[in-house]
């Protein structure tokens, strides 16, 4: 590589050609694939589901194409106790933390990245004392020279073809995945708060129903007690009444266990330890069904969901990746300067005469490296391939997610419709049956089988209940939970550029940083 310093009147046009081509950005430039124009939901359009006769859970809800989702979708519940820990989570669950953390680094590689469109200069400084041989010198004695020198250097690597805006581009995009990746957390803590919510309701709702039945099955195990030392029945018929109650009492513990689990699931959401429970209930005649709920139309949907947007974040990197590596192929230019002093005594740095400089420019342009930088490149076009499959198979979950949320909800309206018929009926005859029993008119048999049909019939229409609840909020989740309508993502994940900044006084001292780096519990 031949040194152009001495050769001043060649940097001008060198200067001027690297201007000519900064505008030049090898490389593909990015364009999100679009949607398929005839991708839907499905081939037939829901617009209402059944309607239950009862209160909880039991209204019609209505399907609103092209209706906005709220940021605060949650509220929709009507529930302030379920508003109150959704907003706790946010603020303490270590999920969030982490990938704010992860945003925020990533917007300082970004900061960092584009560092490397300035000049970068440093200041040396330097003193040498050394005694020379006065024999080589040709000198009586051997004297002691002091050299004290002082420099200021500046490099800078014009970004004539691009790379360095590609490789900007790369770390941007990077940040825009870990800022939807924030947004794919926020969404799913709160769905699954939401979720958790739903779960002890029909937890609770299913300990009552049993505790209920219990009671049912025990006063009705005192009237065949009664009836026994009547002499009106035998053994046998309080037998299979103790055995029957018995049973219905080893499902409890298995409902309480449940209960207590899904208790310590929601404080491990909230970023409490088990024992921090401060004794928050819910039931589901305390959470209201969202009776409108919107459905976005189909080519929104990629630009609502978290998961699609991160996996377009992650193919724009994967096209910018194609450009730093064509970059790589081509000459690469730099220009160096040096502007000092140089004396022998640090009082007359500076001084006239003192003065010293040096200004290079350079070209460097890769001719044999065996294959390697041309097989990058191939490497960079697979990765962008690989990432463009699975953004299309992204978008394809996300209608699937949608889909499939549409047909439940429409399933578990008309599953909990049957259910609470079921239930009523079964209630009916359970009621006929004990008063035929009493009269003698029915074996026991009919009476514990009519028992048995009712306590299922509750614990089934529980769970339709719960399942319409569930099945709502996981259509809010599959439309991705209305993250443009919030404005609640912490402004410092975003960082800040700062081109001069050094290391604060804490990060110095090292007993000032060990206080700083102790995580807090």
Same mark, same amino acid.
């Given at each position: 590589?031949?040194?152009?310093?001495?050769?001043?009147?060649?940097?001008?046009?060198?200067?001027?050609?690297?201007?000519?081509?900064?505008?030049?950005?090898?490389?593909?430039?990015?364009?999100?694939?679009?949607?398929?124009?005839?991708?839907?939901?499905?081939?037939?359009?829901?617009?209402?589901?059944?309607?239950?006769?009862?209160?909880?859970?039991?209204?019609?809800?209505?399907?609103?194409?092209?209706?906005?989702?709220?940021?605060?979708?949650?509220?929709?519940?009507?529930?302030?106790? =379920?508003? *109150?820990?959704?907003?706790?989570?946010?603020?303490?669950?270590? +999920? &969030?933390?982490?990938? /704010?953390? $992860? #945003?925020? @680094?990533?917007?300082?590689?970004?900061?960092?990245?584009?560092?490397?469109?300035?000049?970068?200069?440093?200041?040396?400084?330097?003193?040498?004392?050394?005694?020379?041989?006065?024999?080589?010198?040709?000198?009586?004695?051997?004297?002691?020279?002091?050299?004290?020198?002082?420099?200021?250097?500046?490099?800078?690597?014009?970004?004539?073809?691009?790379?360095?805006?590609?490789?900007?581009?790369?770390?941007?995009?990077?940040?825009?995945?870990?800022?939807?990746?924030?947004?794919?957390?926020?969404?799913?803590?709160?769905?699954?708060?939401?979720?958790?919510?739903?779960?002890?309701?029909?937890?609770?709702?299913?300990?009552?129903?049993?505790?209920?039945?219990?009671?049912?099955?025990?006063?009705?195990?005192?009237? =065949?007690? *009664?009836?026994?030392?009547?002499?009106?029945?035998?053994?046998? +018929? &309080?037998?299979?009444? /103790?055995? $029957? #109650?018995? @049973?219905?009492?080893?499902?409890?513990?298995?409902?309480?266990?449940?209960?207590?689990?899904?208790?310590?699931?929601?404080?491990?959401?909230?970023?409490?330890?088990?024992?921090?429970?401060?004794?928050?209930?819910?039931?589901?005649?305390?959470?209201?069904?969202?009776?409108?709920?919107?459905?976005?139309?189909?080519?929104?949907?990629?630009?609502?969901?978290?998961?699609?947007?991160?996996?377009?974040?992650?193919?724009?990197?994967?096209?910018?990746?194609?450009?730093?590596?064509?970059?790589?192929?081509?000459?690469?230019?730099?220009?160096?300067?040096?502007?000092?002093?140089?004396?022998?005594?640090?009082?007359?740095?500076?001084?006239?005469?003192?003065?010293?400089?040096?200004?290079?420019?350079?070209?460097?342009?890769?001719?044999?490296?065996?294959?390697?930088?041309?097989?990058?490149?191939?490497?960079?076009?697979?990765?962008?391939?690989?990432?463009?499959?699975?953004?299309?198979?992204?978008?394809?979950?996300?209608?699937?997610?949608?889909?499939?949320?549409?047909?439940?909800?429409?399933?578990?309206?008309?599953?909990?419709?049957?259910?609470?018929?079921?239930?009523?009926?079964?209630?009916?005859?359970?009621?006929?049956?004990?008063?035929?029993?009493?009269?003698?008119?029915?074996?026991?048999?009919?009476?514990?089988?009519?028992?048995?049909?009712?306590?299922?019939?509750?614990?089934?229409?529980?769970?339709?209940?719960?399942?319409?609840?569930?099945?709502?909020?996981?259509?809010?989740?599959?439309?991705?939970?209305?993250?443009?309508?919030?404005?609640?993502?912490?402004?410092?994940?975003?960082?800040?550029?700062?081109?001069?900044?050094?290391?604060?006084?804490?990060?110095?001292?090292?007993?000032?940083?060990?206080?700083?780096?102790?995580?807090?519990?």
């Amino acid at each position: 590589m031949r040194d152009i310093s001495r050769r001043p009147h060649l940097l001008a046009p060198l200067s001027l050609l690297c201007i000519a081509l900064a505008g030049c950005t090898v490389g593909p430039d990015f364009k999100r694939p679009e949607v398929p124009a005839n991708a839907d939901y499905s081939r037939e359009k829901l617009t209402a589901t059944a309607q239950a006769d009862i209160d909880a859970g039991g209204a019609a809800q209505r399907l609103i194409a092209g209706m906005d989702i709220p940021g605060q979708w949650w509220t929709l519940f009507r529930s302030p106790t =379920l508003n *109150a820990l959704v907003e706790e989570a946010l603020r303490a669950n270590p +999920d &969030v933390s982490a990938a /704010q953390a $992860a #945003l925020r @680094q990533a917007n300082e590689l970004v900061y960092a990245d584009q560092a490397s469109l300035f000049p970068s200069v440093n200041a040396n400084a330097s003193k040498t004392r050394e005694k020379v041989s006065g024999v080589t010198a040709g000198l009586p004695e051997s004297p002691i020279l002091t050299v004290s020198s002082a420099s200021l250097n500046v490099s800078y690597a014009p970004d004539v073809f691009g790379g360095t805006r590609r490789q900007i581009e790369s770390t941007t995009a990077q940040a825009e995945y870990e800022r939807f990746q924030l947004e794919a957390t926020y969404l799913t803590l709160t769905a699954n708060v939401v979720n958790t919510a739903i779960s002890l309701a029909s937890a609770r709702d299913q300990v009552a129903a049993t505790e209920t039945i219990i009671r049912l099955q025990s006063d009705q195990l005192d009237v =065949l007690q *009664a009836q026994r030392r009547l002499g009106a029945i035998g053994d046998s +018929d &309080v037998l299979t009444q /103790q055995t $029957a #109650l018995a @049973q219905t009492r080893a499902t409890l513990p298995p409902l309480q266990k449940q209960l207590a689990q899904t208790r310590n699931q929601l404080m491990a959401y909230l970023g409490r330890f088990p024992n921090q429970d401060r004794g928050e209930a819910f039931n589901l005649a305390s959470l209201h069904l969202p009776e409108e709920l919107p459905v976005s139309l189909p080519s929104a949907i990629v630009g609502q969901r978290p998961d699609v947007r991160s996996a377009q974040a992650q193919l724009h990197q994967a096209s910018a990746n194609i450009g730093v590596a064509v970059a790589n192929q081509l000459p690469q230019f730099s220009i160096t300067g040096s502007l000092g002093s140089t004396a022998a005594s640090g009082t007359k740095l500076f001084s006239a005469g003192t003065g010293v400089w040096s200004l290079a420019g350079a070209i460097a342009q890769p001719i044999f490296d065996a294959g390697a930088l041309e097989h990058r490149k191939r490497a960079a076009v697979a990765a962008y391939d690989e990432s463009a499959a699975r953004y299309r198979g992204t978008v394809i979950t996300a209608f699937q997610d949608v889909a499939n949320s549409l047909r439940a909800l429409e399933a578990d309206a008309d599953a909990l419709n049957q259910q609470v018929v079921a239930e009523r009926s079964a209630q009916a005859n359970l009621d006929l049956v004990q008063a035929q029993f009493k009269l003698g008119a029915v074996a026991y048999i009919n009476l514990l089988n009519a028992q048995q049909s009712y306590q299922n019939t509750v614990l089934s229409r529980v769970k339709a209940q719960a399942a319409r609840y569930s099945d709502t909020t996981a259509l809010f989740q599959a439309l991705g939970g209305g993250w443009w309508n919030r404005t609640d993502v912490d402004p410092a994940t975003k960082g800040k550029p700062d081109r001069f900044g050094l290391p604060t006084w804490q990060e110095i001292m090292p007993a000032s940083n060990a206080a700083r780096t102790e995580p807090n519990l």
